[in-house]
T-cell receptor, first 113, second 113 residues
Framework: DTEVTQTPKHLVMGMTNKKSLKCEQH?????MYWYKQKAKKPPELMFV???????INESVPSRFSPECPNSSLLNLHLHALQPEDSALYLC????????????FGPGTRLTVL | GENVEQHPSTLSVQEGDSAVIKCTYS??????FPWYKQELGKGPQLIID?????GEKKDQRIAVTLNKTAKHFSLHITETQPEDSAVYFC????????????FGSGTKLNVKP
């Protein structure tokens, strides 16, 4: 099973709202990623968690707040977003060690009004 | 850091023809090269990958070749079908130290029936 699930599939929020995106995997992977993808562009790395610890933050604005409650779950908390933050938000996971395969979830389509 | 370039940006082929997408990378330490297929409204799907100790890998109609000396790798799809129509991304990463993925800009493949 190589499934990464994400909820919700779609989210519309105002600039003053607080919302959260959720990602889950049960493959035993210890590295989890958040990416942002704009139309016709490749995924853009935001955060990486390795063994439940934040290991990379690609200078993402503080209105995006990641959380890794356990090895299977990854959240992205959203607050005071801007319309330009509208995008497809992708979660991915990867086995640790020399196994490099990274698997993506279906994404959450976010629209900020 | 690593820089991955991908060509062409769009590719139209007739059903049954072959399609080739090419990527170059800059970091000689990169040793893992996955290819992703992304259909409209979905997350990227890993379709094939290759490690630097291998020159070619095949999986049914899909093959990937790697030339470490020239720092380029290619995706070959034979006997294309309309369901192969999608955006394809190449990527490069290294095993050590951290495994961050660098993506190409994507190729939109259109297979005409």
């Amino acid at each position: 099973d190589t499934e990464v699930t994400q909820t919700p599939k779609h989210l519309v929020m105002g600039m003053t709202n607080k919302k959260s995106l959720k990602c889950e995997q049960h493959m035993g992977h210890r590295a989890m990623y958040w990416y942002k993808q704009k139309a016709k562009k490749p995924p853009e790395l935001m955060f990486v968690y390795s063994y439940e610890k934040l290991s990379i933050n690609e200078s993402v604005p503080s209105r995006f707040s990641p959380e890794c409650p356990n090895s299977s779950l990854l959240n992205l908390h959203l607050h005071a977003l801007q319309p330009e933050d509208s995008a497809l938000y992708l979660c991915a996971s990867r086995r640790s060690g020399n196994y490099n395969e990274q698997f993506f979830g279906p994404g959450t389509r976010l629209t900020v009004l | 850091g690593e820089n991955v370039e991908q060509h062409p940006s769009t590719l139209s082929v007739q059903e049954g023809d072959s399609a080739v997408i090419k990527c170059t990378y800059s970091d000689s330490a990169s040793n893992y090269f996955p290819w992703y297929k992304q259909e409209l409204g979905k997350g990227p799907q890993l379709i094939i990958d290759i490690r630097s100790n291998v020159g070619e890998k095949k999986d049914q109609r899909i093959a990937v070749t790697l030339n470490k000396t020239a720092k380029h790798f290619s995706l070959h799809i034979t006997e294309t079908q309309p369901e192969d129509s999608a955006v394809y991304f190449c990527a490069a990463s290294r095993t050590r130290p951290f495994n961050k993925f660098y993506f190409g800009s994507g190729t939109k493949l259109n297979v005409k029936p």
